[in-house]
């Protein structure tokens, strides 16, 4: 009796358990690339990209696993995108398994093809052997040199590892963080130093976004204002509606009274001229338009925002700097200011490993343990 795509699943994730310290692919070069897709943690569309096509080839076996896209045309291609937001997501999220929260279709690298994935074709993305390795792996099954479901299993087995090693790295740097609970509290500007030298780690360009929403995690409900849970990373304020990256509302209101935009760079006279466009557009008035950057302020672009003023009804624009921002705020509310760490860790811990990586969650903690212990 055929299988649907959720008991493959299921009977995957089964064997994949029972073996989880052990492989089951014998050939070596196979599982060498196995390994270095599914630990590639810089790029993890192509363990998405993987995952669906062997699941779409287990779920109908006359299928090529090397065309996933059925503008392909032919009788064997398929959709590898719908096996991916389908199946493969809750699957995903249910186990935990370090992959992205979305599918890899919509990546640059793997959107718009029209042709089959074979060794012959170069995919133009980095690191390139990911992608090469995971063509060369779609090709192993194709070719009938290891079964879909054997290579499925061991995907999931290795993902299940990377997964468990996550949390016992975690696990033992928080338990380590407890054991200096007790200890004097650190000060405001330590605390300062803390979240800058956090900032300074690569690929640090949604923390910004994370200070300002810890700081009313921390302090909104004594304001009487809330904070409305933060949009996807990577999902553009047109898609989603956003007036800013962080949007504060008062308790029992349903207008956004103040909006903050984020920039890793210096805003310019054009992010005013957006900003304006999107206060036209917001339901009721807002109150307050905050650019928060951590570069360099422009004077000239100061004194344009101040224009906007009356014309947009009494909206004011201001441009802060992210650090300056966090240094008043904690000064201002001394006596919040561990719980307001403790919600900024908490809101970089639960943020996807698409937005903030595993690295620069293990990297605060290692950072806040060393303040914490005086190191």
């Known amino acids: 009796m055929p299988q649907t795509p959720e008991q493959i699943l ?43 096509c062997l699941l779409g080839k287990l779920d109908n076996p006359k299928i090529d696993p090397r065309k996933p896209y059925t503008e392909i045309g032919a009788s064997d291609s398929f959709s590898g995108r719908t096996y991916d937001e389908q199946y493969l997501t809750s699957f995903i999220n ?51 040199r290891i079964a879909a479901d054997t290579l499925f299993v061991e995907t999931v087995r290795i993902l299940l590892n990377l997964r468990d090693e996550k949390l016992a790295r975690m ?51 004594c304001l009487g204002e809330r904070i409305i849970p933060l949009h996807s990373h990577n999902a553009a304020d047109l898609q989603t509606g956003a007036v800013g990256d962080v949007e504060i509302y008062l308790i029992n209101d349903d ?25 036209a557009g917001a339901p009721g008035r807002v109150h307050n338009y905050i650019f928060i950057t951590t570069d360099k302020i422009d004077q000239d672009v100061v004194e344009y925002a101040t224009k906007f003023y009356e014309e947009t009804g009494g909206t004011e624009i201001a441009i802060l700097d992210c650090i300056g921002f966090l240094r008043h705020f904690l000064h201002l509310f001394h006596r919040v200011r561990v719980d307001y760490l403790n919600a900024y860790q908490s809101l970089v811990l639960n943020e996807p490993d698409s937005a903030v990586s595993q690295t620069l969650k293990e990297a605060f903690l290692a950072l806040r343990l060393a303040a914490e212990s005086g190191e």
């Open 10 to 52: 299921h009977k995957i994730y089964t064997k994949a358990s029972a073996t989880i310290h052990k492989t089951v692919v014998s050939d070596k070069v196979i599982r060498e690339r196995v390994e270095y897709v599914c630990r590639c943690t810089s790029n993890r569309a192509g363990v998405r990209l993987l995952m669906s």
């Open 255 to 279: 207008s956004i009274k103040t909006a903050y935009e984020m920039k890793m760079k210096r805003v310019t006279i054009g992010d005013i001229d957006v900003a304006v466009a999107k206060i």
């Open 94 to 144: 249910m186990h935990r398994l370090p992959c992205n929260p979305t599918t890899a279709f919509l990546t640059p690298t793997l959107r718009n093809i029209d042709y089959a994935l074979t060794t012959d074709k170069e995919l133009v993305g980095r690191p390139r052997d990911l992608y090469k390795k995971t063509i060369e792996l779609l090709a192993d099954v194709a070719k009938n």
């Open 171 to 221: 696990d033992s740097i928080l338990d380590d963080l407890r054991h200096t609970e007790g200890a004097l509290p650190l000060s405001s500007e330590a605390i300062v130093t803390l979240i800058g030298q956090h900032f300074a780690c690569k690929h640090a360009s949604r923390l910004p976004v994370l200070v300002v929403a810890a700081a009313y995690q921390a302090i909104g409900e």
